[in-house]
C-alpha cells in the first residue's frame, strides 16, 4: 500500500478527521538513520503526525515538530510541507527499551521535557509554540499540545509495528479535532468508537485504509474531501551547502584552504555527502 493521508468532515461538518499510512516512508526513515526497534517507533510516530499536521496547511508554509522528552533518544526533530513531503532526524537513533514484549516508546522519548512546534507560515514572523509533555507516547503528547496551545479538543492515534528483522511494517495514524457546534452526544460517540477501537498499527497490519479507519470511526457519517501522497525527501542540494559554508569566518575558510584536503558535508537528515574541494573552497571565500 502506498502511503497517503485522507480528510474528511464528519457529523454535519462537526468534526474533521486526518488519517494516513505511513509504513513506506517510516521504513525509508529508518535505513537512513539506522534506528533500532524502539526509535523506530518513536521517529515514525512524530513522522506521522507532522505529516497530519501538515496537512492542515497549505501552500509553501511549513511545520517543524521537535520533541525532547529528556530521554535516552534526545531529540527527535521532523520538518514537514503542506504538500506531504517530510524530513526528520533523531539524535541517539541506537536506542532500544522493550516492556512486556512491546516497544518502550514512553521511555524512550522521557516525560521530561517539552514539544515545539514552530510555523513558517510565509507572512512575517515564524512562530512557535510549546507544551510539556505528559508521557513520551506522542499521541497524548500532542493531543495535550493542541488542548493547551492551540485550545483545539482533539484526539490523536498513531502507531508504528516492527518485526523482528527490526523492518517497519505498519504506520500510521489519525488526528481527530472538535469543530465549533459540535454536539455533546457526538463526542461521546466518538469517544466510545475510538475506546472500543484495535492500535491503529494493528489496523493497518491487517489492511485498513485510511478510509477504513476514518469510516470505523464515524460509522459512515462522513464525507470526504482530500486525498495526498505522502514521503520522506529531504530538499538538501551541494548549492545549499555552498551557501552555508559562505557564513563562515573568513580565517576559518583560510584555514581549510591551508590544508589543500577537500572537506566532506554530510546532511543530518537524509545522509547524503557533499565534497567541496580546495578549489570550490577558494571560490566560496573569493565571493
Do not use: W
Amino acid at each position: 500500500m502506498n502511503d497517503y493521508l485522507v480528510k474528511a468532515y464528519a457529523f454535519d461538518g462537526t468534526v474533521r478527521i486526518y488519517a494516513a499510512t505511513t509504513t513506506n516512508l517510516v521504513e525509508e526513515a529508518r535505513k537512513i538513520h539506522d534506528t533500532y526497534p524502539a526509535a523506530s517507533a518513536a521517529f515514525g510516530r512524530v513522522l506521522t503526525v507532522s505529516l497530519i499536521m501538515g496537512a492542515m496547511y497549505k501552500g509553501d508554509q511549513i511545520l517543524t515538530i521537535r520533541v525532547d522528552g529528556g530521554g535516552p533518544i534526545g531529540k527527535i526533530i521532523a520538518s514537514v510541507n503542506a504538500n506531504g513531503v517530510v524530513k526528520g532526524l533523531v539524535e541517539n537513533p541506537h536506542v532500544h527499551i522493550s516492556k512486556k514484549d512491546k516497544l518502550a516508546v514512553g521511555m524512550v522519548v522521557g516525560n521530561n521535557g517539552f514539544i515545539h512546534v514552530t510555523k513558517d507560515l510565509k507572512v512575517r514572523d515564524v512562530f512557535t509554540s510549546s507544551s510539556e509533555i505528559q508521557t513520551g507516547e506522542i499521541a497524548d503528547d500532542i493531543t495535550y499540545y493542541f488542548a493547551k496551545s492551540e485550545q483545539i479538543p482533539s484526539s490523536v492515534g498513531l502507531g508504528v509495528l516492527v518485526n523482528d528483522k527490526n523492518e517497519v511494517f505498519a504506520s500510521g495514524g489519525f488526528i481527530l479535532q472538535a469543530m465549533p457546534g459540535v454536539k455533546e452526544e457526538t463526542i461521546a460517540k466518538i469517544e466510545r468508537k475510538i475506546t472500543s477501537m484495535k492500535p491503529i498499527s494493528e489496523l493497518i497490519k491487517n489492511k485498513y485504509k485510511p478510509e477504513d479507519i476514518i469510516n470505523l470511526i464515524t460509522d459512515g457519517s462522513h464525507e470526504f474531501v482530500e486525498e495526498m501522497p505522502l514521503r520522506f525527501e529531504c530538499d538538501c542540494s551541494k548549492d545549499r551547502f555552498f551557501n552555508g559554508l559562505a557564513t563562515l569566518d573568513k580565517n576559518d575558510l583560510e584555514s581549510l584552504i591551508k590544508e589543500n584536503e577537500p572537506i566532506e558535508i554530510v546532511c543530518e537528515f537524509c545522509k547524503t555527502k557533499y565534497t567541496f574541494g580546495t578549489d570550490e573552497l577558494k571560490t566560496i571565500l573569493k565571493e
